[in-house]
């Protein structure tokens, strides 16, 4: 299995430019999220789903939409970037086994820079 | 509001020189508390989930307890390829009620 992957590993943009950040998942979970995490403040929820077709917002998903048309994948999409979207992104899928949640599995990361 | 605290921001240990990392935790009503290991560059990869007081979970030089306000991580003879960053979280209700605590930077010196 490769787990949970992203793309792409670095990229730049100009303020205003839009563009999406890929995640995916071959584990068959059926919950998977977004975050950022930037320098003192932790990991940060931006927009998790709970199924295909779920989607809802975390603490900051100012800026940013989701969509998950399938179980596999969870697209992030910057409308229009800004300088303080300069970020690392994290992609993470988990599971729920009865009553119970269990840990979640990251990517390896998308390390964003707004111009 | 769930908050989590961890303390040291950093500790700088001597190969062999046990020690324990702790997370402070405020949760209306704590479904799981969580450990991660992340490494420069990487995601955060697991290493440990808890779920009621005066349960223990142990993984080689690690061991993880958790008592009704905080958790600790504790380091028996580290070494070297045991340093990176130590992440707490706890979950307090659904998938989107996770709090990540801002990490605990270890660096194992041979």
């Known amino acids: 299995n490769a787990g949970v992957t992203q793309t792409p590993k670095f990229q730049v943009l100009k303020t205003g430019q839009s563009m999406t950040l890929q995640c995916a998942q071959d584990?068959?979970?059926?919950?998977m999220s977004w975050y950022r995490q930037d320098p003192g403040m932790g990991l940060r929820l931006i927009h998790y789903?709970?199924?295909?077709?779920?989607?809802d917002q975390g603490e900051v998903p100012n800026g940013y939409n989701v969509s998950r048309s399938t179980t596999e994948d969870f697209p992030l999409r910057l409308l229009s970037a800004a300088p303080s979207q300069t970020s690392v992104y994290f992609c993470?899928?988990?599971?729920?086994?009865?009553?119970?949640?269990?840990?979640?599995?990251f990517g390896p990361g998308t390390r964003l820079t707004v111009l | 509001e769930d908050q989590v605290t961890q303390s040291p921001e950093a500790l700088r240990l001597q190969e062999g020189e046990s020690s324990s990392l702790n997370c402070s935790y405020t949760?209306?009503?704590?479904?799981?508390l969580f450990w991660y290991r992340q490494d420069p560059g990487k995601g955060p990869e697991f290493l440990f989930t808890?779920?009621?007081a005066g349960e223990e979970k142990e993984k080689e030089r690690l061991k993880a307890t958790l008592t009704k306000k905080e958790s600790f991580l504790h380091i028996t003879a580290p070494k070297p390829e045991d340093s990176a960053t130590y992440l707490c979280?706890?979950?307090?209700?659904?998938?989107?009620?996770?709090?990540f605590g801002t990490g605990t930077k270890l660096q194992v010196i041979p």
């Open positions: 584990m068959n979970h059926e919950y």
């Open positions: 789903s709970v199924g295909a077709g779920i989607t």
């Open positions: 949760v209306s009503g704590l479904r799981g």
């Open positions: 808890l779920y009621s």
């Open positions: 979280a706890v979950q307090s209700g659904g998938y989107q009620k996770v709090t």
């Open positions: 993470a899928s988990s599971y729920r086994t009865g009553s119970s949640y269990n840990e979640q599995f």
